[in-house]
């Protein structure tokens, strides 16, 4: 049997070996070997005289394709005077020729890290190749959306054009601490030009799975936004989504697309989150439907796979008046989970 002198020891030893595989992954990271290939979008060199705004998107497809919703959010970006740099582990050669015909930059690396890896690689990469101090407004989005194809109706050009004094986003959550939910956020140039900005990326542990993602990544840099007293908006706050779900408003608006039947299943199902604490809330989830009915431009992939959470389905409203959904997109974008075949 061991004794506690022994066991001591050999935690010491495990706790070095430890920190010394981290270190290494660290400086791995920092020295960009997750990158295999690099093209910065098209208008963006070493030598940049002028301002300039940028998105991040995290992407990930099995076959390497850029999905046609995706390629709509692209074009969106750059109708608006944003330089697109798609993040991905894998991209197809019709997905690079679109790229270098559009002026998007594209990024092919190992698929580490979540999406926050994915946005790490990339800021480090403006960070060295780029002048990032000219960037006026970044915004990281990742693939895990699905586009309204009326984006023009929503509230995503307010998003686009994000806020000089404070970090915007689309929703916010107060589950395991409060946040902008991170599927879309618009940094601006004072945040981006702090030295603990960049010091966030420089040290984000970014070799864990969706736990690490959630709790350094959406809920860590959110809240060291707050630390550093930068304000923290969302278009859509869930403390008014919530009101509005419980609205007459809501109720005529549900009236006006779906039967009665309907719109009444609809409410209780909604109201039945009632009864929960905020915290318990992920509003992009369980409140899509009043979400869409207010302006929000995406739905959550999760909802259209699988629905885990079983929340009401965007989907029984984005076919009938709204045209919210392009049906013909939707083959290439979903990914359900396997579930076997019967014999």
Same mark, same amino acid.
């Given at each position: ?50 301002? $300039? ?92 959306? $699905? ?16 806020? =000089? ?16 939910? =991170? ?95 905020? =915290? ?64």
């Amino acid at each position: 049997m061991l004794n506690k002198k022994t066991i001591k020891l050999q935690l010491q030893n495990a706790r070095l070996y430890l920190s010394i595989k981290q270190t290494w992954k660290l400086n791995n990271i920092r020295r960009l070997a997750r990158v295999k290939k690099l093209e910065p979008p098209m208008n963006l060199t070493d030598k940049i005289t002028s301002d $300039y705004k940028i998105a991040f998107i995290s992407h990930y497809n099995i076959h390497g394709i850029i999905q046609q919703c995706i390629l709509r959010l692209i074009c969106s970006l750059k109708e608006s005077q944003y330089e697109v740099l798609i993040i991905s582990g894998l991209l197809s050669e019709e997905a690079i020729e679109w790229c270098i015909n559009e002026g998007v930059g594209y990024m092919i690396r190992k698929n580490q890290g979540r999406d926050f890896g994915a946005f790490q690689d990339a800021w480090l990469s403006l960070s060295q190749k780029l002048i990032s101090n000219r960037c006026t407004n970044l915004i990281l989005l990742n693939d895990s959306v $699905y586009p309204l194809a009326n984006l023009v109706e929503t509230t995503w050009n307010n998003f686009l054009q994000g806020k =000089s004094d404070g970090v915007l986003g689309l929703t916010d959550s107060y589950q395991n601490g409060y946040h902008l939910q =991170s599927y879309a956020l618009n940094i601006p140039r004072i945040v981006l030009n702090k030295e603990w900005w960049n010091n966030y990326w420089l040290n984000y542990p970014s070799w864990g799975g969706t736990a690490m993602a959630i709790k350094y990544g959406e809920i860590g840099l959110s809240q060291l936004i707050i630390k550093n007293k930068v304000k923290l908006t969302a278009i859509h706050s869930i403390v008014d989504v919530r009101s509005y779900s419980a609205s007459e408003e809501f109720y005529h608006n549900l009236r006006d697309i779906c039967s009665e039947h309907a719109s009444e299943l609809i409410l209780n199902t909604i109201l039945q989150t009632m009864n929960l604490s905020v =915290s318990k809330i992920s509003p992009a989830h369980q409140l899509a439907i009043p979400l869409l009915m207010m302006g929000f431009p995406f739905i959550k992939r999760d909802l259209l796979e699988a629905n885990e959470s079983l929340c009401s389905d965007p989907l029984l409203l984005v076919t009938l008046k709204t045209k919210w959904v392009n049906s013909s997109e939707l083959p290439e974008y979903l990914k359900p989970k396997p579930i076997g075949y019967k014999n």
